[in-house]
Every structure is written in C-alpha cells, then in structure tokens.
C-alpha cells in the first residue's frame, strides 16, 4: 500500500516524487555529515524550542498509534541499514590495499554493528519485536547494495562516505520531527564513525598520485546519489505512516513543500561532499 492508499491529498504522492527526483534550490543548505554549522551548532544561535510531538518524550507521543507505527518503522529501517553497514564494511575491509587500512575499516565495522545493538534494544524495549521491524525494508536495502556494489576499494570507500552520509541527510531531517528519546537515540546512531575523515584523505590521495581516478569516481558518486534518492523514494511511499508524517498527516509532520525543501537540502550536502573529496557533483 502507498500513500495514494492513505487519503492524502491529491498529487501527494507524486509530488514528493518530483521533491526527490528535481529538488529546488536550497534556502537553507544542509552542512556535510559531521558538520554542525546548519544546526546553529558553535554559530551562537539559539537553536528554536520544539513544539507538538518533538516537544513529547516517547511515552506522551507513542499514545498516537500512528505515531508509534511512523517510529517504528523509522527504527526498523535504521536498524536494518546499520546491520547491512557492518556487513558492507567487513566485506569492503577485504579489498583494503594496507594491513592498517583493513584495520581501520573493521573499526567502523564494530561502531556500525554497536549502532545496531542498540536500535534493536529500543525496539524491544517498546514492545516491538526486532526482526518484524526491520524485514519490510530488507528487500530495498538489499537491492541498492546489490545495485551498488564497489568494484575496488575506492568504490567502497565513495560509497561508505556519500551513499551513507545521504541516508544519514534524510533521518537526521526526520529526527527533528520526533519525540524527545526516539530524537536522541537516532541523532546518536547516526554519529560518524570515521568514514568522512578516511575517505577524505585516501580518495584525495588517490586522485592526486593518478587524477584519471577522479572522473570516474565522480561518475561513481552520481550514480550513488540516484540509486540512494530512489531507495529513499521506496521506502517513504511504500510505508504508509512514514509518508503520512512527512506529507503532514501528523502533527507537526511536513508539507509538501517543506518535503521539496528538505531533498534540496540534501542535495547541497551531497555536493559539498563531493567538493570535500576533490571531485565534481
């Protein structure tokens, strides 16, 4: 069922397909994973108050069955990325070219299955039975691993960086919308583990011994910020409370025009990434 299934409004759907395929330029640009700076974080602005559900702790905003469904398939879809990270990286950490590289990837590896550990303990936590939540979003998940798979270590180490900073990018625009607990548990999983700084240097460093490397990396790149677009495009239409409280259908949720925003904001991010690792959006 989709969100055409919900009694949205008309055009709904179809618009927030449109918000993820050509988004408008950004207001308000997002800064890259790690980066604070659109937060208001360090900038010596007052971040604003939280209203409604993101004013709630979980136990006041989980009475709204809706809600409680919208987190738990939220919860169930990050679990189900972070499992499917560490099973990545640990197969990644076999094409690493040094000893100290394979050993560096098998340490993000342990922080993305800890991430893990701890979605599912929430989940249990509120009555909801981990596998059941996660299986809905394995199909999809699976399918943009397969569809991207690296085929050298500095495919893997472009993808670990901008394919994961990108679903990253649109949880973190989620998380603003929720209760209080479910906020600080998500903001906190998704905390870098270490990819940005690594890819960084190894991708430059790369390009700079042979700069051939970068034109096909940065068709790499492109490639990944379409196939996580339409990932993301799945999985909100496919999953009806998510996409009700991304269209608005709860309280405090977006309207489609903040939807357009938020992919643009998005977008801005993957090309500052892109910037960050020497290579054209």
Partial sequence: MGMADQGLPRGAERAIVRSMETPDTPETPAAPAGDHAASGEGSGEKAPEPTGIAAQNWDTAAADPQYRAAVVDLLGALAYGELAAFERLAEDAKLAPTLEDKAELAKMASAEFHHFERLRGRLSAVGEEPTAAMEPFA???????????PSDWLEGLVKAYVGD???SDFYREVAARLDSDTRDLVLQVLDDTGHASFAIEKVR???????????????WARRLMGEALSQAQRVVADRDALSTMLVGGLADGFDLAEVGRMFSRITEAHTKRMAALGLAA
């Fill in 139 to 149: 199909a999809a998940l699976d399918g943009f691993h397969r569809q991207t798979a």
């Fill in 205 to 219: 460093a790369a390009i700079e011994a042979d700069p051939r490397v970068g034109g096909r990396l940065a068709l």
């Fill in 165 to 167: 900073s990108i679903a």
